[in-house]
């Protein structure tokens, strides 16, 4: 077992969760906060991460929210999420809401008073594993724990998207028996290239070792340099050279997503034919397309339904009535509905807890995406969301220089121990806030 960590600069976060669901909608009124005024009339602004068509949705639900309220939001879009909220922060001027993607980027912010903890009546809605709490000082520099943020959108990871006619998984159907798999890879992503390489590593190690090892691993317990987890890297690099030995070099310059022209998914470019992606990446697909898990695919691994998820989360860093009435609307039942109305059927929003979709269909990988994460028996946090911003991209920046030499041991031993040395002075720092990322799913969407 693990012995305690110590920290020279920070307060270590308590493994809290909030437990209970509230059985309906959120109020949409929050009572009044101290020092804030009742009577703003202006603009609140949402900083979020979904750019080119991918907001309109939740766009619309915001006009939706905004009618109800007879308050102005303006939404402001950004692939470089963390780089943008840490420059409005450094003018002083940071948005109203900001929909985070990391739980370690929460942490940091909640430790530097940046993010503010949630009232009683919305912290309710900050759903485990996607909203943990943090036990960081409050004004008076006592430990206060608190929850920061609500999910307001979810995805389900380690899935693979293939066609029907591709190669079969491990141990299925014998679909083509004479064809391996043809992985499409594509890391590039602005400032966040390579995070599709990390997303393979995480779930290699927990369809591998099991979501015990994976939680100590990811929350920073597991040294990088441990055999089980440089496996994991050796198992990746053998998957995607084995039919290319370039393959890795080429994917440092493919988009995740785009394929030129104004088209995406990587699946249509017939260069390739399964990836490894989470739900979102249905938007680019017809259910011709359809998922099954990454265990699937891995020879010798008992399936045990554990995914790994991740979530949007909506924290508050310009205090308010307005802001506050806003978390609660981005968490109720009514907006949940609109967003889902707003979308198109491939691109369907997720929710934690009580899935809303009104009247309209599910497509068929809507509905497989579902059913596989219904059927978990653990859900785990994105590991690499979770970790220091520093140690995160270092590790993206370790799978862009693996990618060149995939097979090459000592540039896998080196690439590991300058993210073990990174491991140990956010340890030493005290920046790693989390003791655990996995958890039995509590409901169902």
Not at 15 to 23: F, Q, Y
Not at 60 to 86: C, D, F, N, P, Q
Not at 278 to 287: E, G, K, P, T, V
């Amino acid at each position: 077992m693990r012995g305690p960590r110590t920290s020279t600069k920070r307060r270590r976060a308590k493994a809290g969760w909030v437990g209970a669901l509230l059985a309906g909608a959120l109020l949409a009124t929050v009572g009044v906060t101290a020092g804030c005024s009742a009577g703003e009339d202006r603009t609140l602004v949402v900083l979020g991460p979904w750019t080119d068509g991918e907001e309109k949705p939740f766009v619309a639900a915001l006009a939706k929210i905004g009618e109800r309220t007879g308050r102005h939001y303006a939404y402001e879009g950004t692939r470089s999420l963390r780089e943008t909220l840490v420059a409005q922060l450094r003018a002083g001027a940071p948005p109203d809401v900001a929909l985070l993607n990391s739980l370690g980027d929460l942490a940091g912010y909640a430790q530097d008073g940046d993010a503010k903890p949630l009232p009683d009546e919305i912290a309710q809605r900050a759903l485990r594993p996607w909203a943990p709490r943090f036990t960081v000082p409050d004004a008076s520099g006592e430990a206060a724990d608190h929850a920061y943020a609500v999910p307001v959108r979810v995805d389900l990871k380690s899935i693979v998207w293939s066609r029907p006619e591709a190669p079969a998984a491990a141990g299925g159907p014998k679909k083509a028996p004479d064809k391996a798999p043809v992985w499409c890879l594509g890391m590039a992503s602005g400032p966040t290239s390579g995070w599709p390489g990390t997303d393979w590593i995480e779930d290699l190690l927990l369809q591998r070792q099991g979501y015990a090892v994976y939680d100590d691993w990811a929350t920073g317990g597991l040294p990088w340099t441990d055999s089980k987890v440089r496996t994991a890297w050796q198992e990746w690099g053998k998957m995607v050279t084995a039919l290319d030995p370039k393959a890795g070099q080429r994917a440092l310059s493919t988009s995740f997503e785009s394929i030129g022209g104004g088209h995406y998914g990587l699946l249509n470019t017939g260069d390739c034919t399964h990836e490894h992606a989470a739900a979102f990446i249905r938007r680019h697909y017809q259910d011709d397309i359809l998922p099954e898990p990454t265990s699937a695919y891995l020879p010798g691994v008992k399936p045990l339904n554990q995914f790994e998820v991740s979530g949007d989360l909506a924290a508050v860093f310009k205090e308010s009535d307005a802001a506050w009435e806003l978390m609660a609307q981005l968490t109720s039942d009514k907006t949940r509905a609109d967003w889902t109305a707003a979308a198109r059927p491939e691109e369907q929003p997720f929710f934690a807890g009580d899935m809303v979709l009104g009247d309209r269909p599910q497509t068929k990988a809507t509905a497989a995406a579902l059913k596989l994460l219904d059927g978990a028996s653990r859900i785990c946090f994105d590991a690499s969301d979770s970790m220091p911003p520093t140690l995160r991209v270092a590790f993206q920046r370790a799978v862009l220089e693996f990618l060149e030499r995939p097979r090459d041991e000592k540039l896998l031993s080196s690439l590991l121990e300058q993210l073990e040395a990174e491991r140990q002075l956010q340890q030493d720092d005290g920046a790693f806030f989390l003791s655990t990322l996995c958890q039995r799913p509590t409901v169902t969407p």
